[in-house]
């Protein structure tokens, strides 16, 4: 099985960042995106960390019919 990480398409609230990785790591959206604001409050990085991740993590390819 070839597990990649993709920003996600239709659950997305600004880039789709943390609905992809919700379901690369099989877990609830919301808790990463909870993580995500903690982390803007106790470090302040949450916000750098979500535009690297922006640009680095590729959006879901469009699936083929056959």
Known sequence: MDKRLYRSKTERKIAGV????GEYFDIDPV???????LLVFAYGIGPLIYIISWIIIPEKPEEKSP
């Open 18 to 21: 943390c609905a992809g990785m």
């Open 31 to 37: 808790l990463i995106r909870l993580i995500m604001v």
